[in-house]
C-alpha cells in the first residue's frame, strides 16, 4: 500500500527551464507535505514545505503547489541549474501520528542539462 | 548548528554479526527518528524517540532489531545476526518537539553492506 506516489522516475531538462516534479498521495489524513533532494551517498537534504492549509509556498527558485482535492502536489524550480541534479523525494505526514512519521514517495531523478 | 552526525558512514559485515549504528541529533531536537532505504526507493520509517522513550516502531522493525536513547541525546541502532536482505542505508533524522507538524533533518546515513 502506497500512500506516497511519485510516477515519474525520471526527468530532464534544459538549464534555465523550469523542472516540475508531481506527487499524489492517498490518505487524506496527511496534513503536511515536504520535498527533500538527496545525491548519492548523502541523507536528503530539506527544501520545502506546505502545510494543508495552504496551497502554495515559495521559496527562492522552489515553490511547492498542494491541490487537496486532488490529494496532488508539485514542485516547480525556476531556472533549472546543473546543480540541481538529484534525486528529489516527496514526504508527507499526519499531525500526532508516531512523532509525525513521514512517508515517502520512491522518489524522481532529474538530470539538468548545461 | 552541527547538524545530525552517523558513524560510521559505511559498514561491512558478514551475515550473522551484529552491528551497531550510532544518530548525533541536532542538539536541542527532541525528537529523533531511524528510517531505512534500499536502492531505488524512498526511506522508509523504523521507529521514532521523544527524548529517551522509544514511542513507536514499525513492522519493519524484526526482533533482531534494537535502537536506544538512553539520556535523550544520541541514540543507537543495533541488529543482531544480520542478513543478506538487511543491507540499506540506514538514516537518522531530528526534529524539534512542536504541536503542529515540523521538518525532520536528516544525517549523512549508514551504508550497511551484508556479505
Known amino acids: 500500500d502506497q500512500q506516497v506516489k511519485q510516477n515519474s522516475p525520471s526527468l530532464s531538462v534544459q538549464e534555465g527551464r523550469i523542472s516540475i516534479l508531481n506527487c499524489d498521495y492517498t490518505?487524506?489524513?496527511?496534513?503536511?507535505f515536504l520535498w527533500y533532494k538527496k545525491y548519492p551517498a548523502e541523507g536528503p537534504t530539506f527544501l520545502i514545505s506546505?502545510?494543508?492549509?495552504?496551497d502554495k509556498n515559495e521559496d527562492g527558485r522552489f515553490t511547492v503547489f498542494l491541490n487537496k482535492s486532488a490529494k496532488h502536489l508539485s514542485l516547480h524550480i525556476v531556472p533549472s541549474q546543473p546543480g540541481d541534479s538529484a534525486v528529489y523525494f516527496c514526504?508527507?505526514?499526519?499531525?500526532?501520528?508516531?512523532?509525525?512519521?513521514?512517508?515517502f514517495g520512491g522518489g524522481t531523478r532529474v538530470l539538468v542539462k548545461p | 548548528d552541527t547538524g545530525v552526525s552517523q558513524d560510521p558512514r559505511h559498514k561491512i559485515t558478514k551475515r550473522g554479526q551484529n552491528v551497531t549504528f550510532r544518530c548525533d541529533p541536532i542538539s536541542e531536537h527532541n525528537r529523533l527518528y531511524w528510517y531505512r532505504q534500499t536502492l531505488g526507493q524512498g526511506p522508509e520509517f523504523l521507529t521514532y524517540f521523544q527524548n529517551e522513550a522509544q514511542l513507536e516502531k514499525s513492522r519493519l522493525l524484526s526482533d533482531r532489531f534494537s535502537a536506544e536513547r538512553p539520556k535523550g541525546s544520541f541514540s543507537t541502532l543495533e541488529i543482531q545476526r544480520t542478513e543478506q536482505g538487511d543491507s540499506a542505508m540506514y538514516l537518522c533524522?531530528?526534529?524539534?518537539?512542536?504541536?503542529?507538524?515540523?521538518?525532520?533533518?536528516f544525517g549523512p546515513g549508514t551504508r550497511l553492506t551484508v556479505l
Open positions: 514526504a508527507a505526514s499526519e499531525s500526532g501520528a508516531a512523532g509525525n512519521k513521514l512517508t
Open positions: 506546505i502545510s494543508s492549509i495552504k
Open positions: 533524522a531530528s526534529s524539534p518537539d512542536l504541536l503542529n507538524a515540523d521538518t525532520q533533518y
Open positions: 490518505n487524506s489524513m496527511f496534513d503536511y
